[in-house]
């Protein structure tokens, strides 16, 4: 009958395993399922992004190794460390000019939304199905359910109903220390904290420059009980915007650039 050959379409359809989904970008596929509307597409665009997500963490080994081959240098071992045990936390810069280049899903907003999705997904335990919005008051959110997690619609929608016009790195330090606190994590659990902006990178680390802003950080998580602190990566989102290497200048922070992280 008609409902079984519905079904039977459908269930072809959601046959990934001949669908490279390594050559797609997370903010494409986390906007198509955004956008799905009827049940059968949204099943579908749900199943190609789960599909996206078990890729990733296929590779994740390759993943980290890639990423932690960037940070040569200062915290290099630390970062790689935290990498290798999936210890992040991606951050979205929720601020208006996130909007203003290019047109859906490739804005910058578009890419800090995939991005910082993906990173929920395949954090470490104690990371994991977590995510923070970057804007004047930060806020962690947790993508957690009684039954298990959100799905990828589930959380966007929850992330893209708090915006701002500021950034506050150091309320986003507060909110990481409050959540390490709570939840009776140690040293050996700190993140990295992934933040996925279109900003002027100079101009988010000036308090870095002479040291002040990453001292007064790191008295905080002393305060807190803790001998370290998560290192910084500023992930540059905005398409054709040049990369800024890192340097003496920017203690514990780290850049990057890119729509995905394979």
């Known amino acids: 009958d008609r409902i079984q050959c519905r079904q039977n379409v459908l269930g072809n359809s959601m046959d990934l395993s001949n669908v490279n989904v390594a050559q797609d970008f997370p903010n494409n596929i986390a906007y198509r399922a955004f956008c799905a ?8 665009r749900y199943a190609y992004w789960d599909a996206y997500v078990e890729h990733v963490k296929t590779k994740m080994q390759e993943f980290r190794e890639k990423i932690a081959g960037e940070f040569v240098g200062q915290h290099s071992d630390s970062v790689a460390k935290a990498l290798s045990s999936g210890n992040w936390i991606g951050v979205a810069d929720m601020s208006g000019s996130m909007t203003w280049e290019g047109k859906a899903p490739n804005r910058a907003y578009d890419i800090a939304m995939g991005l910082v999705a993906l990173l929920s997904y395949t954090a470490s335990p104690e990371w994991r199905d977590l995510a923070i919005t970057f804007a004047e ?24 109903q708090y915006v701002g016009y500021s950034t506050n790195i150091e309320a986003t330090h507060r909110e990481i220390i409050r959540v390490m606190q709570s939840g009776g994590m140690k040293d050996e659990n700190m993140p990295v904290i992934v933040i996925v902006t279109d900003g002027e990178f100079d101009e988010m680390t000036r308090s870095n420059r002479n040291k002040t802003g990453h001292e007064k950080y790191m008295e905080m998580y002393a305060s807190a009980g803790f001998t370290t602190m998560p290192t910084i990566v ?8 040049a990369g800024v290497q890192t340097s003496a200048d920017h203690p514990g922070v780290q850049f990057l650039q890119g729509q995905s992280p394979g």
Do not use: C
């Open 37 to 44: 509307q009827s049940t059968a597409e949204k099943q579908l």
């Open 137 to 160: 008051d930060p806020r962690i959110f947790s993508f957690k359910t009684k039954h298990g997690s959100m799905n990828i619609k589930e959380r966007l929608d929850l992330m893209s």
């Open 234 to 241: 500023y992930w540059n989102a905005k398409p054709g915007r």
